[in-house]
C-alpha cells in the first residue's frame, strides 16, 4: 500500500518531468546534500517528490516532547518538519509546492497507542496483499483523509519540491495544514468537511462497494474504536454506510457487555484471595467460563443458553 500511494501522489505532480527520491536518504550523504545533488539536474519548473519523517507526529505522540533523536529511524528517510524542509530547499532554488501526510493506517503512534492488542492489527493489514477490495479501501481512506489532515496526525509525509522561484509566504500547503490543525484540536472536529473537501453523504457513498465484506468492516471497527476513543464527541455514523454504521454499533454493544461480563467473572473473589485456593489449586479459574455463559444468559440475556 505504501508504493501505491507514494506513485499515485508522485504521478501526480511529475506532469512537467522530474525525479522520484523515495527511499534516497542516507545519513552519510545528509538531506543538504541530497537536494543540492538532485536540484541541479532538474529543469526550470520540474519538481522532486520525496518521503518524508514527521518529527511532529512522534514528538506529540510521544507526550514528553520527543526529541529528534527519538523519532523511530528508517533506512532511506530523512525526519525533518516541513518549515525546515522549504527553509533547506529553498537554498537549492527549490519551493516546497505540495505535501500530503500518509502512512495512517501502518505508521501511527496515536492508532497503535489506541490498539489492546497491535499485532493483529498489523496482521489485518498483511491482507492488503492479496485482498484487492480492502486494499482499495485503505487507499480510499489514505488518499481522502489522511493526506488531507495535517503532519501531526500521522508519521510521515509527502512532498514535492519545484525549482522554481520561492512561493509566497504562506503557500497553500501551510494553510491547509493550519486549517486541519486547527479542525482536529476541536473535540467534535469541527470543520471536517471543509479539510477533506467532501459531505458525510458523498464520503459514506464511497465507502459503499468496498465495505460489504467483514474483513472491511473489522478494519473500520478498529479505526472507529480509536477515533472514539480520541474524540468522543465526533459523530462519525453519517459518514459510514448505512449498514457498516449498523453493524459497528452491534459490535459495540457487543463489545462493551463482553467487557463489563468479563469483569464481573474476575471480579466476584478478588485475585489472591485465600478463597480461591484448594490445597494449591486455585478452584476459581475453572467455574470462570461456566459463570461468563450464565451472565450472559441470565443477566445480558444475550444468549439462549443452548450450545450448537
Not at 514528553?64 to 516541513?82: I, Q, S, W, Y
Not at 485503505?138 to 481522502?144: G, I, V
Not at 468537511?193 to 459503499?208: C, I, N, R, Y
Request: proline fraction near 4%; glycine fraction near 8%.
Amino acid at each position: 500500500m505504501r508504493a501505491a500511494v507514494e506513485e499515485d501522489f508522485a504521478a501526480r505532480q511529475l506532469a512537467s518531468g522530474g525525479l522520484r527520491l523515495f527511499g534516497a536518504f542516507s545519513e552519510a550523504e545528509g538531506l543538504d546534500d541530497l537536494l543540492a545533488k538532485h536540484a541541479s539536474a532538474l529543469a526550470e519548473g520540474q519538481r522532486l517528490v520525496l518521503g518524508m519523517r514527521s518529527v511532529a507526529h512522534w514528538q506529540s505522540a510521544s507526550g514528553d516532547g520527543a526529541r529528534l533523536a527519538d523519532v523511530p529511524a528508517e533506512r532511506g528517510t530523512a525526519a525533518c518538519e516541513p518549515a525546515d524542509l522549504a527553509a533547506l530547499a529553498s537554498r537549492h532554488g527549490l519551493s516546497l509546492v505540495a505535501l500530503e501526510p500518509y502512512g495512517g493506517l501502518w505508521d501511527n503512534a496515536f492508532l497503535l497507542a489506541s490498539l489492546p492488542h497491535p499485532f493483529k492489527w498489523l496482521r489485518l493489514l498483511s491482507w492488503l496483499e492479496t485482498d484487492g477490495s480492502l486494499l482499495r479501501l485503505a487507499l480510499l481512506l489514505e488518499q481522502q483523509v489522511v493526506s488531507r489532515l495535517d503532519c501531526q496526525a500521522t508519521g510521515r509525509y509527502l512532498v514535492a519540491l519545484e525549482k522554481s522561484a520561492p512561493v509566497e509566504a504562506s503557500p497553500e500547503w501551510s494553510l491547509r495544514q493550519q486549517q486541519a490543525r486547527q479542525m482536529r484540536a476541536s473535540d467534535g472536529l469541527d470543520g471536517l468537511q471543509d479539510v477533506l473537501q467532501t459531505s458525510p453523504e458523498v464520503f459514506a457513498a464511497a465507502l459503499e462497494s468496498d465495505s460489504t465484506r467483514l474483513r472491511a468492516r473489522h478494519l473500520l471497527f478498529i479505526l472507529v474504536r480509536a477515533l472514539r476513543l480520541a474524540r468522543p464527541a465526533f459523530q462519525v455514523g453519517p459518514w459510514l454506510p448505512d449498514a457498516v454504521a449498523a453493524q459497528l454499533d452491534a459490535w459495540f454493544r457487543a463489545e462493551a457487555i463482553d467487557t463489563r461480563n468479563m469483569a464481573l467473572v474476575h471480579g466476584w473473589v478478588a485475585p489472591g484471595a485465600l478463597e480461591r485456593m484448594r490445597q494449591g489449586v486455585d478452584m476459581v479459574s475453572g467455574l470462570e467460563y461456566h459463570l461468563s455463559a450464565a451472565l450472559l444468559r441470565d443477566y445480558f440475556k444475550t444468549h439462549s443458553g443452548v450450545s450448537s
